[in-house]
């Protein structure tokens, strides 16, 4: 009979989570927003680079792609090299705005979907990125959000972490924890903690998150908690959401759209 352990996120071991994290790099993105390679007047945003059957793009919200359009490139940075992209070039799909999130003038759904064409795909997998098939994981039983079993990460590009002139960004996943929101319009919503004990350590802004990656890993451990083991990443480490909005109070949060949003509305739309 399996027993669910509630382990406080700074006793996790540093392999165990280091292990996760490099796996949800291989599928996100960091990006910047410039004119050229040489602008050193950028703004830095994020994506999950994914497959929808035969469709390949970038998953990211919808303002993220709003400010985006009104730059002349789109750089998408990665340890062993970047990718130039021409926004002129993209084509987007992009859900209406129906709504508003409660208690702000932001307009809700705020998701995206990039398209690339097969020469992007195969060059960007040259430089040592992975797409995330939806198609696979759209009847996974990890998917349910309202369990908060699991090893939760975000992934972002904070702009407190860049450093422009040097040419140098910083991807950041981070351990937290995650909470089902709501539903609006048929659209799902999670909350994302940031001020959290276990990570007191953290970005005061996480502007450049927009776009990043919600995900979720499911674990296990012996009983005497000395040995953590994930059976299988690709199965078992699942992206759930794209955050969106900070929100501006003392207890810290980030808004996501939840997974129903992605592998049932977005995937329609796609």
């Known amino acids: 009979m399996n027993e669910t352990i509630g382990i406080p996120i700074r006793n996790l071991p540093k392999d165990f989570t280091k292990a996760i994290h490099d796996h949800v790099r291989l599928y996100s993105v960091t990006m910047l927003m410039a004119e050229s390679i040489e602008d050193d007047r950028v703004i830095p945003c994020s994506g999950t680079l994914c497959t929808f059957g035969h469709k390949a793009g970038i998953v990211t919200a919808r303002h993220v792609w709003e400010e985006a359009r009104k730059h002349e490139t789109l750089i998408m940075m990665t340890g062993r090299g970047y990718k130039l992209l021409k926004t002129e070039s993209i084509a987007p799909a992009v859900p209406q705005s129906t709504s508003k999130l409660p208690n702000t003038d932001d307009k809700i759904p705020d998701l995206a979907f990039l398209y690339l064409d097969a020469k992007q795909k195969a060059e960007i997998e040259g430089i040592g990125k992975v797409f995330y098939s939806i198609d696979k994981r759209i009847n996974s039983a990890y998917l349910n959000v309202q369990s908060s079993d699991g090893y939760w990460t975000i992934f972002g590009n904070p702009k407190a972490l ?99 949003s992605i592998y049932e509305r977005l995937s329609r739309i796609i």
Request: hydrophobic share 35%; charged share 25%.
């Open 162 to 260: 860049l450093r422009a002139e040097e040419r140098t960004v910083t991807s950041f996943v981070y351990g937290t924890g995650v909470k089902c929101l709501a539903e609006i319009d048929g659209w799902d919503f999670l909350s994302v903690d940031l001020n959290i004990p276990e990570n007191p350590e953290i970005p005061k802004s996480f502007g450049g998150v927009s776009g990043g990656g919600v995900w979720r890993t499911m674990w296990n451990c012996d009983s005497d908690q000395t040995r953590f083991v994930v059976s299988n990443l690709i199965e078992e480490c699942v992206f759930v959401g794209v955050c969106f909005y900070e929100t501006g109070e003392d207890d810290r949060q980030l808004i996501a759209h939840g997974p129903g």
